[in-house]
Nanobody, 125 residues
Framework: QVQLVESGGGLVQAGGSLRLSCAAS????????MGWLRQAPGKEREFVGR????????SYADSVKDRFTVSRDNAKNTVYLQMNSLKPEDTAVYYC??????????????????WGQGTQVTVSS
């Protein structure tokens, strides 16, 4: 069973950037499609972006398109979320998640086999 650990969260001013990392252990990430989702206080979990197992296809929520980029380095067993032009409404706990059942699929999805513990991102105005 893969174990996922996110890092890179923190406090940033509006307009700034952060890069989140999701490192895997116990199993190679190259078998999984990987997603990033977020949850703000009092709100439902929201899809952010997703990348296929080979990294050749991605998708994003409209709210982050053209600002966020999902990428992966299978040799390092790590997936990234580059976040630019951050806004206060991006404040949330960000989770990475792994999908073994549809590794080729890069579209929006909420069902995953494994989840990380989450990392807090706070954007101040």
């Amino acid at each position: 069973q893969v174990q996922l650990v996110e890092s890179g969260g923190g406090l940033v001013q509006a307009g700034g950037s952060l890069r989140l990392s999701c490192a895997a252990s116990r199993r190679t990430l190259s078998e999984y499609a990987m997603g990033w989702l977020r949850q703000a206080p009092g709100k439902e979990r929201e899809f952010v972006g997703r990348i296929s197992w080979r990294g050749d296809s991605t998708s994003y929520a409209d709210s982050v398109k053209d600002r966020f980029t999902v990428s992966r380095d299978n040799a390092k067993n790590t997936v990234y979320l580059q976040m630019n032009s951050l806004k206060p409404e991006d404040t949330a706990v960000y989770y990475c998640a792994a999908d073994l059942r549809r590794p080729w699929y890069s579209g929006p999805a909420y069902e995953y086999d494994h989840w990380g513990q989450g990392t807090q991102v706070t954007v101040s105005s």
